[in-house]
């Protein structure tokens, strides 16, 4: 339970449903911060969530627990998130708070107090195959489906996790909220990434390291120096704001190159790629690929899925070839697949090639 509404519906139905249920909040942070923290950012994870979490809680006659687990959240989130940016590549901590958190060492204490099951208020659709497997679906809200951020999820954690709220939408969830004297029926969603409430990633990893990443040159395809960057840990792919480069047309982020400590910077028709690599992969539907297969593909969270074909090609990575070029494809990101709503699974974005 994150304090949200989203959470609190979840629990309800699950008692509606016949679940002897038991809340629990993950505390992920060191510092205890309040809502004034994030200057107005609307944020997670923090103590006045889990205040709202505990009052729902209460107010469903549960037993609420709160789990700290500052110190894996460390391990597993935050510092490979700082590493993928020193790399040049830009993480999504969301996903690996899920991998490693949320349907892992939670499900794991779930086992110890005797559930079942856990259920998180994500917009999502879990079932199960007439041979047994377990299938990930979109929610069927289309403007909240979360499936995105849950490819990773394996057959013992699909086996063992719920998401009531997959078939609604949010204000349905809300009037249910009301219905039932939830105090948390019309808070805002949460938005940003809980450890940088203010979004400027740069100056929180200089906090965490306490290292000086250097400026450097931004230079033109032909290597042609346009201007100094602040570091490189302050810019990400397809990135047009904030460069402070006088040109006479737009330009953007191209790549970030760590072995030079240079941003290279091109116009918007150079930000496409058609093929890219993803390592680290997850199936869902069928253990591998026994060969390509047409689908689509999502490689960021907003993005509408876009034809493609995926091969696998090693035991642990995928190709995948789209129909059009796509924008500004990320390293670090996820690559997700689906076959209309339903999750074939994903991996992170290695490399891509051009159009």
Not at 15 to 39: F, N, W
Not at 128 to 148: E, H, I, M, T, V
Not at 169 to 180: I, L, P, S, Y
Not at 186 to 215: E, H, L, M, N
Request: hydrophobic share 35%; with cysteine.
């Amino acid at each position: 339970m994150s304090g949200g509404v989203d959470s609190s519906v979840a629990a309800l139905l699950m008692q509606k449903d016949g679940y002897d249920c038991i809340g629990a909040t993950m505390k992920l942070r060191r510092d205890e911060p309040s809502e004034d923290a994030g200057a107005g950012k609307k944020t997670c994870c923090t103590a006045d969530d889990a205040a709202d979490a505990r009052s729902a809680a209460v107010r469903l006659g549960m037993n609420y627990y709160v789990f700290n687990m500052a110190e894996d959240f460390d391990r597993h989130v935050v510092e490979p998130f700082v590493r993928t940016y020193e790399a040049g590549r830009t993480p999504n901590p969301c996903i690996e708070c899920n991998r490693w958190l949320k349907f892992a060492d939670l499900l794991r204490r779930a086992e110890v107090l005797g559930c079942d099951v856990i259920a998180t208020g994500h917009y999502a659709r879990v079932e199960r195959r007439a041979d047994g497997r377990w299938l990930l679906r979109k929610g069927a809200d289309p403007g909240k489906d979360q499936s995105y951020v849950l490819y990773m999820l394996t057959q013992q954690q699909l086996a063992h996790t719920r998401f009531p709220l997959g078939e609604l939408n949010k204000e349905q969830v809300r009037q249910m909220a009301e219905e039932a004297g939830l105090l948390n029926a019309r808070k805002a969603d949460s938005q940003d990434i809980c450890f940088v409430p203010d979004g400027d990633y740069a100056a929180f990893i200089r906090r965490y390291t306490g290292k000086d990443y250097p400026a450097g040159d931004f230079v033109d395809e032909s290597g042609k120096v346009l201007g100094r960057h602040r570091g490189l840990i302050g810019y990400t792919v397809g990135q047009r704001r904030g460069l402070g480069v006088a040109a006479d047309r737009p330009l953007y982020v191209r790549e970030k190159r760590t072995a030079d400590n240079t941003v290279v910077l091109a116009g918007n028709e150079r930000l496409f790629s058609r093929r890219l690599r993803a390592r680290d992969i997850n199936l869902i539907p069928f253990d591998k690929l026994d060969g390509p297969l047409r689908c689509q593909a999502r490689t960021r969270y907003s993005q509408i899925e876009q034809p493609a074909t995926v091969t696998q090609t090693g035991p642990d990575e995928l190709e995948v070839t789209f129909d059009r070029p796509q924008r500004a494809i990320t390293a670090g990101q996820a690559l997700v697949l689906y076959d209309g709503d339903l999750v074939l699974g994903g991996g992170t974005i290695w490399e891509t090639e051009d159009m």
